[in-house]
């Protein structure tokens, strides 16, 4: 007896296989997936530079800061006489004693004292100045003359006002005579840092970069 297959009248068809890649294809996924990868290490690498300008300048500034102002407090500290007044580049003029505000844009510092009499040896001195011809390009300058060897020289840069120096008492007023142990006070508020040129301002990485540097003299019996 012959049997029928039940399943002998249905269609066969082929089995699909899985289709691979051809060469052409694999070569532009992994072309692709390069340039991803490598697009994706340059942003990584354009923000690490970004964050190493900005730690730069800020580490520059500071050691910048610290040195200067550290030569500026020590030569305070050390004063055996010191006024405050204007300086215009040869010659030093004192601000009265006499009922007004004790601020300059310029400090002179006497240093030695003669050992004959203990006065006051006025013919060496230096004196820290203000600079404000280019204030108005954000570039004020703290300057440094030396009475020994007559020489100039620029200690701190891109300053912004107030640039000057003032006598106050221990509570912050501003004194309106020479007394004994003044506190001099003096600030510095940069607009930009110089290594490398990190502007601030309200568009940029910083509002404002501001030092306050007060310092007594070591004076035995006043100014």
């Known amino acids: ?21 051809t060469l052409i294809e694999a070569v532009g996924s992994t072309w692709l997936m390069v340039n991803v990868i490598l697009l994706g290490l340059f942003a990584v690498h354009l923000m690490g530079l970004r964050e190493e300008k900005l730690l ?3 580490a520059g500034a500071s050691d910048s800061a610290r040195r200067n102002i550290t030569q500026l407090k020590n030569d305070i500290y050390g004063a055996k006489g010191w006024m405050l007044g204007t300086w215009n580049g040869s010659s030093f003029t004192a601000v009265s004693n006499s009922g007004v505000a004790q601020q300059g844009s310029a400090m002179i510092i006497y240093p030695v004292v003669l050992s004959s009499n ?24 703290l300057c440094y003359y030396c009475s020994t060897n007559g020489s100039s020289r620029i200690v701190v840069s891109n300053l912004l006002p107030p640039l000057s120096f003032t006598a106050e008492d221990c509570y912050g007023m501003t004194k309106s005579n020479m007394v004994y142990k003044n506190v001099i006070h003096t600030t510095f508020q940069y607009a930009q840092f110089q290594y490398p040129l990190t502007q601030v301002g309200s568009n940029s990485i910083f509002d404002y970069y501001r030092i306050d540097v007060r310092a007594t003299p070591h004076l035995p019996d006043g100014p």
């Open 1 to 21: 007896m012959k049997l029928s297959d039940p399943h002998s009248c249905r269609i066969r068809r082929p089995v699909r296989q899985a289709q691979a890649f």
């Open 56 to 58: 730069e300048s800020k």
């Open 118 to 141: 203990q006065a006051v040896d006025m013919s060496q001195f230096i004196v820290y100045y203000f600079d404000s011809n280019n204030v108005a390009n954000q570039d004020g300058h």
